[in-house]
C-alpha cells in the first residue's frame, strides 16, 4: 500500500535561483507549513509514501479556481489589472498520480509537479498595471497570483517516474474554461472592487 500526498511547491523558501528543485530550502514559517509537518509525519513512520508538490493547480472543478478571476473579467471584456510589471513567471496533476501507483522509484520520494511552460497571462485583454503599494485593498486579494517568479523543476519527475505534462497551458485553460465556467458552474461570483479602486486612480487626470 502506498500514501500518496499532495503537498504545495510553497513550502519552499523565497528564492532569486530558480526553478525551484526538491532538494531547495524549505519555508518552516510558511503558511504551508503543514504540508512540511505532514511529509516529515510520513518520513518518521516508515510507510511507503509520495509527496506531490505542486505549483499552482487549474482545471474544471478546481478547489482553488485562480483561473476564475480571469475568466470574470474575459467574459465581462473588462480590463485586467496586473501588479507590477506583470512579467511573473509561474506555471501550471492527475496523471502524475498514476505515475506513482505502484512505482517502487516513487517510495520515499518528493517530486514537483507542473506544466512544462511558464506563463504569465493574457494578451487579448487591456492590462493595468499598477503599484500594489500605492492601494489599501484591505482583506480583499486584489490578484490570485504571487505578485513574484515563482516555478519549479519537474525534472526529477520526468526522469524518475517518467512522467510529462499532458496538457500546455492554454489547452489547460480552454478545458478548464469550457468544462466549467463557460456552463455556469464556477465557485464564486466576479468581485470588481478592487478592480474599481485600481482604475478609478488610473483614470483621474494629474493635476
Known sequence: ???????????????????????????QKSRHKGNLE???????KGVNWTSIRSV???GPLNYNPVEEW????LKAGRPIPVPNSGIQISQDLATAFFAVLGNEKAS???????????AGGFPEPEIVHYNPKKFDFGKKKAFP??????FASVEKAKHVLGWKPEFDLVEGLTDSYNLDFGRGTFRKEGDFTTDGMVLSKKLVPPS
Do not use: W
Open 1 to 27: 500500500m502506498a500514501y500518496i500526498y499532495c503537498s504545495s511547491a510553497g513550502v519552499y523558501l523565497k528564492s532569486n535561483i530558480l526553478p525551484h528543485r526538491e532538494v531547495d530550502a524549505v519555508d
Open 38 to 44: 505532514t511529509e516529515s509525519l510520513l518520513q518518521s
Open 56 to 58: 499552482y493547480i487549474y
Open 70 to 73: 480571469f475568466f470574470h473579467r
Open 108 to 118: 520515499k520520494e518528493i517530486f514537483n509537479i507542473s506544466g512544462e511552460k511558464y
Open 145 to 150: 497570483f504571487r505578485d513574484q517568479h515563482f
